[in-house]
Structure formats: structure tokens, C-alpha cells
């Protein structure tokens, strides 16, 4: 904007130029100074735009709460965002491939899918979620990782950040996540909260907020252990440690080469 409206104040200082000059000596058709206007249109703001959002239930999701409020109450006026919130990753994927929503907060590890699978149709915009991952029981017999070796462990995101996470862990601790441990996965994470209040001794991995949640519904569950805190141990000795990053932002390429300010303008709101 500010280059145009600089080219337009260069052309209009020159056609006034060109006048004074090709009247020169005729007192009847003198130009006036400063007669020359910027057209209005270009001090307009760029119109509203509709901006589709999608988000995976649990932590993914997390991070907008406040933005979404803003958005529904009316606060936020220089886009029209419509919010998805879902708890399968198929859909966001199939949202994402369409085209029929234009930025969304996935897995980490599904980014990396969703750029191969659409070659390079989907690019990622800013980390927003870093661990929150925690292995959590209903009773007092897991204080180590090692201690996970012939347990049952209730878990949800199979294919996705969780399940990585999860196996680099174990897999680490010398843990053969396939032969060593049961994983039974579950479709969404409130199977696995039901699932551990309804056997004593039992476990899950669960992310936040699902941790606080089950914490409210039952004294006797506990924290046994921070994977992110697990994961920082196994990289402490590492020449490039690596941080355990849960969730991303992603968008559209299209998208986001068609509206950068757009993007620029959600980014902005978002990390607030």
C-alpha cells in the first residue's frame, strides 16, 4: 500500500509538472498548487475475509479457546473466522486437502504427512504446543519407565505425535513397545479417561487438559510421569537434542501465499 500510494504521489507530482510547463507564459490556464488528489480508494482497508479454522480436541485446540471467544462474541472484526473443532484427524486432513478450511492445528508428525501427501499444499505456520503428554494412573505402582514394562497402557493418537512420543520413550528405556507393554488405543481421549476410572490400577497416557479434568473427577489418580521430562533426560547427552514438539499450526499454501496478511493477522492474535 505504501509503495502504490508513494507511485502515485510521484505521478501526480509529475503531470503537475508536465501542466505548469506546456502553460508556461499563458496566465489563462495556470495550474493551482496542490490541485492534484490521492484517490480514495487507496487509503481503504482490505474487506473482511472468511477464514475456515480447524482444530483436534486436547491440547491442539488449546491454544485457541480465547481466540475463539473473541471471535464469537463479536471482538474480533478485521477477518470472519468460523471455528471446527473435531476429534478426527481424517477430517482435518480432508479439510486441509479440499480446501475447505484454510489453516488448522494438527499433530506435529501429521504436518510433515499432510506437506508429502499434498506436495507441498500444506505448510507450517508456528509451534503451539510443546509435550503435555503424561502417563497417569489410578493407583501406586508406576514411578519409572521401566516400571511400564508388562502393563497396560490406555492411549489415544495412534499414527500421530502420542504414539511417537510414547514408542521414542520406551523404545529408549530399552522398552519393546510392541512386546514389552499392551497399548490398547482408543479413538478419542475420553475413552482413556473412562477407561482409567473404571479400573483400579489402571493406565493411560493422556495429554492436558484431560489430566486436570480426570484429577477433578477422582483423588486417587495420579501424575506418574512427564514424557516431555522423560524425552529432555534421553536427550541430555545428545549433540543435537531435539525438543518434544506436540502440536503445530498449519496452513494452506495457497491460502497463505493468496491472504499473507490474513495469516500474518491470526498469527498475531493467536500467540497473544
Known sequence: MKKLLSLLC????????????STAGDAGTSETPGSSSTPSDVTEMADPIDVNV???KGPTAMGMVE????????T???NNYHFNITAATDEVSAA???GTTDIAAVPANLASVLYNNTEGGVQVLAINTLGVLYIVES?????????LRGKTIYASGKGNTPEAALNYVLTQNGIDPSADVTIEWKSEQAECLSALMAEENAIAMLPQPF???????????????????EWDALQADSETPSTLV?????ARTAFAEEHPEVVSAFLDRYQE
Do not use: K, Y
Request: charged share 15%; with cysteine; aromatic share 2%.
Open 10 to 21: 510521484v505521478l501526480s507530482l509529475s503531470a503537475a509538472l508536465l501542466a505548469g510547463c
Open 54 to 56: 480447524m482444530a483436534l
Open 67 to 74: 481466540f475463539m471467544n473473541e471471535a464469537d462474541s463479536g
Open 76 to 78: 474480533i472484526t478485521d
Open 96 to 98: 486441509l486437502a479440499q
Open 139 to 147: 493407583g501406586d505402582t508406576v514411578h519409572s519407565v521401566e516400571d
Open 211 to 229: 489430566v486436570t479434568t480426570a484429577q477433578a473427577q477422582s483423588e486417587n489418580l495420579r501424575v506418574a510421569l512427564d514424557l516431555t521430562e
Open 246 to 250: 506436540t502440536g503445530v499450526v498449519v
